[in-house]
């Protein structure tokens, strides 16, 4: 019945606030409850996105965006550069991870503009610019973890600095 689910849920939102309270237990079921849906809901290669973007730091993007049709293009080169199984899937991956709270494509450029050349130089980037109208603009975008994305890559998923196992292998 719809009232002895509302008795459950209230039951444990109860259950949250009593161990919020009790400042003697330790608690870190919080992440890993998260931590252990998020991991049911990633693809293999977007576990790949987020240790890549923990271990190399934000990366480039730029979008396009046309004035006549109003196209809005992101280009990155996270499908190679986190060595993806399908490169093609990148907006798809990344729209899953933003909605996860893993990552965030920001308005901000990175501090580094040569960072962005190779992105300016991709021939659909290219394409776009040269068929452009009036009103055309290239806006620099920087993908990088949330705070909460970076302690799942430190809880979840091997990284070299943590894993002496993994380190033997890359080093």
């Given amino acids: ?69 109003s196209y809005r293009g992101v280009f990155n080169l996270l499908g190679e550069d986190a060595a993806l199984r399908y490169p093609n899937r990148i907006d798809e991956y990344l729209a899953n991870l933003d909605r996860l709270g893993l990552l965030d494509v920001t308005r901000e450029a990175l501090g580094n503009p040569n960072r962005y050349q190779l992105l300016e130089a991709m021939p659909e980037v290219r394409r776009l610019l040269k068929r452009a109208s009036f009103g055309t603009k290239v806006l620099y975008r920087t993908v990088e973890l949330t705070s909460f994305g970076a302690g799942f890559v430190r809880t979840c998923l091997p990284v070299p600095s943590l894993d002496p196992q993994v380190l033997e292998q890359h080093g």
Wanted: hydrophobic letters at 35%; zero cysteines.
């Fill in 1 to 69: 019945t719809d009232s002895g689910h509302t008795a459950l849920l209230r039951a444990r939102g109860a259950e949250l606030l009593r161990r919020s309270a009790d400042f003697h237990a330790e608690d870190d079921t919080h992440h890993h409850t998260a931590y252990s849906r998020i991991l049911g809901e990633l693809a293999p290669d977007e576990a790949r996105i987020v240790r890549h973007l923990y271990l190399d730091g934000p990366q480039p993007a730029v979008e396009v965006k046309t004035g006549r049709s």
